[in-house]
Every structure is written in structure tokens, then in C-alpha cells.
């Protein structure tokens, strides 16, 4: 009524229509749905998705800009949650961070982007409504939730495959155009078991939420990566900790040594270039892609590479070693780490599951595309930066081994990849398996 005050008299009739009109847009748009016609007889447009704002673009490009990409990132509060929303905030993204923990820990991610462009939205993976709420108005959704543990209020499958069905449900029917699921490599319903009866949950329980999301969002990516390495990572810390070796002897037991086990680690940053060009690739939609690292390695080479890298060597009196096996002390630490972590939210290094999926499973390819498929041929070698976090990390940090005060230790062997047999022309002496055979090519 004020706008019609001020305005001539002549003027006051069309804005009584257009008012008119946006008050039964809502009516007029059920009428739409209902008999394809609105008022008389006129055919209007169908509802638009309420995210249609992300296809304008705004800036130069970077933090201070838009891409025109709204995205909501689930999961971000993981080890490579901040490295992602940081990678996807630089190219001027609108970041959706759902938080389930305390806010305090994200404070990290306030900074990662301009004023407005980190938006954080509380959120529970049960909640329908508050999911919702934080894919309303993304046109792309990643989910980097996964659990290896088993907790008081979440189970393998609560979380890996009832969350990634329903979040990929519900991404679906708010019209978001494109779902990026991350699984693990090896995921497979029939696990082979060895250590836990009926094989590793955390495989089993990944390759069903696969299937989850395929039939929930067809066109979603799936991304299958290795054991991942970095700092404060779940590999190299784990075999530096002092809970994993046997006081005063410092052995380190694992199954049958790692001698029969065969490892592609990948490192985090690789991971996250790699899903920055999936989300940068319109042509990825619908594709499964297994991120491994650049080599292959027997999984006792890895580890002895790690010990020594952490100066437990026999000139400082601190030599570990591996053993075989698991002897009493190691079963006890991996089930008080177990009982603990499941009533405390804890990750803990190492667990029953942890050594099912980690030491007892070969990293076999499928013959799905990788890394190299998204244009990235040089990838982070394992003796370059996993040598480096096992040394800043380790132990006796005064001393310093490029002075030539310590030999440096040698090189861990590179194996040739281990890749699912596809042909009867393929070669099949391989003790891995009765489905795998080396690629020596």
C-alpha cells in the first residue's frame, strides 16, 4: 500500500496485477501439475528446481568469486573433509558444510573461502528433514561419510549403506544434478574372510552401499580409492604408535608379516585433485573409478620402510621388527582399542576390522578407470612423502639422517599391480587368488 501511495494513480492498477498475479503463482502452479493448464486455458511451466540460482556465474574466477556451483559436502569433518572443501572453495564454490559434531571443529573450514561462500547447517544422518535442508539449493552433493567401526548408535550398515541410500534418496528428489559417493577399494558383497568370521563388514557393507546409491541415483560417481596416507592418517601413524608394538621388544606383529600381502597406498592430496576433476568433468556422471597410488608394494616392504623412516633402527639401540602373527599382547591392545572406540566415538588406530581389510586384503583393480584416466600422470610416490610424515613423526627427532649421521634405509620394492583376471589369456600363477592375476605389463 505504501508503493501505491507514492506512485501516480495511473499506475497503481498494474502493480494490483502483478500483486494479484504472484499471489496465485502458488495456485496456478498446483493447477499446472494437475491438468497441465492454468487460468485460461494457458499452458504454464512445471515447478523449477529452487537451486537454479547456481547456474550464474560471478567473478574472475577464485575464492572471492562463484563458479556457479553450489555444493554440499557430508563428511567434512574426516581426515580429508577440509582438503576437499578447501580444493572446491578456491575455485569460487558456494560450500554447504552439514556438521553433526561440535562446531569447534571446523573452524578450519571458516577460512577456506569468502564471507558467505562456507555456510554451516547442523545436521543429523537420521534426519530427514535437516538433510534436506542442506541439499536444497546444491547442485552437487558429495558424500564422504564411511565408518570402520561399529558404535553405540551407528552400525556398518546404519551408516555405510542405510546413510549414503538415504542421502542419495533424498538428493534425488530435491533435483540435484549430480551425486559423488565415495566407497573403498576392494568393497565386494562376499568378502573372503581370514581373521574376522565372514569377512571384513567395512567391505561388505561399502559395496552394498554402492548398490544403494546406483539404485537410488543412477547417475551418481562412485569413487573407490586405496588405503590413503597422509599426516595423522589410519597407515603411517598406526605402525609408528607405541600401542602397536610390543614394549621393550618392539616387534610389530601382523599377518604372516605382510609378506603375502600386496598394498597401492595413495596419498590424500592425489585423492582430492582426483575428485576436483571428477566435479570439473561433466563426463564422469554414472562412472566408477578406483584411485590407487603410482606403484605396488608388499606390505613388509612398506612397513619396514616406515620403521626405519622413523629411526627404529639398530644403530640407535631401537630396532623393531616384524613377526608373524599375532601374538597375545597385540590381541589384547586390539580388543581394549576396539571396547573402547565403540563407546567413546573414537576411531581407534587399529582394529580387528583394521586388520582384516588393511593386512589381510590385496588391493586388486577391476579394470575400472583411475587417477591416470583424469589426466593425472604424476602421482605422489610412497618414499618421497610417506617416508617424510613416518620421519617428523617417529622418533629421535634431533637427529637428522641427510647429515649423514644415520645410512638412509633402503627403498621399499615395487611389486607389479595386482588386476582381476578378465580372459583365459590371461596368466593365472598368482597365489593371490583364484580371480587375480599380475599385470606385468
Given at each position: 500500500?505504501?508503493?501505491?501511495?507514492?506512485?501516480?494513480?495511473?499506475?497503481?492498477?498494474?502493480?494490483?496485477?502483478?500483486?494479484?498475479?504472484?499471489?496465485?503463482?502458488?495456485?496456478?502452479?498446483?493447477?499446472?501439475?494437475?491438468?497441465?493448464?492454468?487460468?485460461?486455458?494457458?499452458?504454464?511451466?512445471?515447478?523449477?528446481?529452487?537451486?537454479?540460482?547456481?547456474?550464474?556465474?560471478?567473478?574472475?574466477?577464485?575464492?572471492?568469486?562463484?563458479?556457479?556451483?553450489?555444493?554440499?559436502?557430508?563428511?567434512?569433518?574426516?581426515?580429508?573433509?577440509?582438503?576437499?572443501?578447501?580444493?572446491?572453495?578456491?575455485?569460487?564454490?558456494?560450500?554447504?558444510?552439514?556438521?553433526?559434531?561440535?562446531?569447534?571443529?571446523?573452524?578450519?573450514?571458516?577460512?577456506?573461502?569468502?564471507?558467505?561462500?562456507?555456510?554451516?547447517?547442523?545436521f543429523h544422518l537420521k534426519d530427514e528433514a535437516s538433510i534436506r535442508k542442506v541439499v536444497k539449493y546444491s547442485n552437487i552433493v558429495i558424500n564422504l561419510i564411511g565408518t570402520g567401526i561399529n558404535t553405540k548408535h551407528f552400525s556398518f550398515h546404519d551408516t555405510n549403506v542405510d546413510g549414503a541410500r538415504r542421502l542419495a534418496r533424498i538428493s534425488r528428489e530435491m533435483g540435484v544434478e549430480r551425486f559423488i559417493h565415495?566407497?573403498?577399494?576392494?568393497?565386494t558383497t562376499e568378502p573372503e574372510p581370514v581373521l574376522i568370521p565372514g569377512g571384513s563388514q567395512f567391505l561388505r557393507t561399502k559395496a552394498l552401499g554402492e548398490i544403494a546409491v546406483r539404485e537410488e541415483f543412477p547417475d551418481a560417481t562412485i569413487i573407490r580409492p586405496a588405503q590413503m596416507f597422509g599426516e595423522q592418517d589410519r597407515f603411517i601413524m598406526t605402525y609408528i604408535s607405541n600401542s602397536r608394538k610390543i614394549?621393550?621388544?618392539?616387534?610389530?606383529?601382523?599377518?604372516?608379516?605382510?609378506?603375502?600381502?600386496?598394498?597401492?597406498?595413495?596419498?590424500?592430496?592425489?585423492?582430492?585433485?582426483?575428485?576436483?576433476?571428477?566435479?570439473?568433468?561433466?563426463?564422469?556422471?554414472?562412472?566408477?573409478?578406483?584411485?590407487?597410488?603410482?606403484?605396488?608394494?608388499?606390505?613388509?616392504?612398506?612397513?619396514?620402510?616406515?620403521?626405519?623412516?622413523?629411526?627404529?633402527?639398530?644403530?640407535?639401540?631401537?630396532?623393531?621388527?616384524?613377526?608373524?602373527?599375532?601374538?597375545?599382547?597385540?590381541?589384547?591392545?586390539?580388543?581394549?582399542?576396539?571396547?573402547?572406540?565403540?563407546?567413546?566415538?573414537?576411531?581407534?588406530?587399529?582394529?580387528?576390522?583394521?586388520?582384516?581389510?588393511?593386512?589381510?586384503?590385496?588391493?586388486?583393480?577391476?579394470?575400472?578407470?583411475?587417477?591416470?584416466?583424469?589426466?593425472?600422470?604424476?602421482?605422489?610416490?610412497?618414499?618421497?612423502?610417506?617416508?617424510?610424515?613416518?620421519?617428523?613423526?617417529?622418533?629421535?627427532?634431533?637427529?637428522?639422517?641427510?647429515?649423514?649421521?644415520?645410512?638412509?634405509?633402503?627403498?621399499?620394492?615395487?611389486?607389479?599391480?595386482?588386476?582381476?583376471?578378465?580372459?583365459?589369456?590371461?596368466?593365472?600363477?598368482?597365489?593371490?587368488?583364484?580371480?587375480?592375476?599380475?599385470?606385468?605389463?
Open positions: 500500500m505504501s508503493l501505491l501511495r507514492v506512485l501516480p494513480a495511473g499506475r497503481s492498477a498494474p502493480l494490483v496485477q502483478v500483486a494479484s498475479l504472484h499471489q496465485s503463482s502458488k495456485q496456478c502452479e498446483q493447477a499446472s501439475q494437475q491438468h497441465g493448464q492454468g487460468i485460461g486455458g494457458v499452458t504454464l511451466p512445471g515447478p523449477v528446481r529452487s537451486g537454479t540460482s547456481s547456474a550464474y556465474r560471478k567473478g574472475t574466477g577464485g575464492r572471492s568469486s562463484f563458479s556457479g556451483n553450489v555444493i554440499t559436502v557430508f563428511g567434512n569433518s574426516g581426515r580429508i573433509g577440509l582438503p576437499v572443501v578447501n580444493r572446491l572453495a578456491k575455485e569460487g564454490a558456494q560450500m554447504i558444510i552439514p556438521y553433526r559434531c561440535d562446531g569447534y571443529w571446523l573452524k578450519e573450514h571458516k577460512v577456506v573461502g569468502d564471507l558467505g561462500q562456507i555456510l554451516f547447517f547442523p565415495f566407497s573403498a577399494l576392494n568393497a614394549p621393550f621388544y618392539n616387534t610389530v606383529h601382523m599377518y604372516r608379516g605382510g609378506e603375502e600381502t600386496y598394498k597401492m597406498p595413495v596419498f590424500n592430496n592425489d585423492v582430492v585433485i582426483g575428485l576436483q576433476k571428477i566435479v570439473q568433468d561433466p563426463s564422469t556422471v554414472g562412472q566408477t573409478y578406483e584411485f590407487v597410488g603410482p606403484h605396488c608394494y608388499q606390505l613388509s616392504e612398506l612397513v619396514d620402510y616406515i620403521l626405519r623412516k622413523a629411526l627404529l633402527v639398530k644403530e640407535l639401540h631401537q630396532e623393531a621388527k616384524r613377526r608373524h602373527g599375532y601374538n597375545p599382547y597385540t590381541t589384547m591392545m586390539t580388543n581394549l582399542l576396539e571396547f573402547v572406540g565403540r563407546f567413546r566415538r573414537h576411531t581407534p588406530y587399529f582394529d580387528w576390522e583394521y586388520f582384516e581389510t588393511v593386512e589381510c586384503t590385496n588391493d586388486v583393480l577391476t579394470g575400472a578407470p583411475t587417477l591416470k584416466d583424469l589426466g593425472m600422470r604424476k602421482l605422489t610416490e610412497f618414499e618421497h612423502v610417506g617416508g617424510e610424515i613416518a620421519r617428523v613423526y617417529g622418533y629421535y627427532k634431533w637427529i637428522q639422517d641427510k647429515y649423514g649421521d644415520l645410512k638412509p634405509p633402503p627403498l621399499p620394492i615395487r611389486s607389479p599391480p595386482i588386476i582381476r583376471k578378465r580372459s583365459a589369456r590371461v596368466n593365472a600363477q598368482s597365489s593371490f587368488g583364484a580371480n587375480v592375476a599380475a599385470n606385468v605389463s
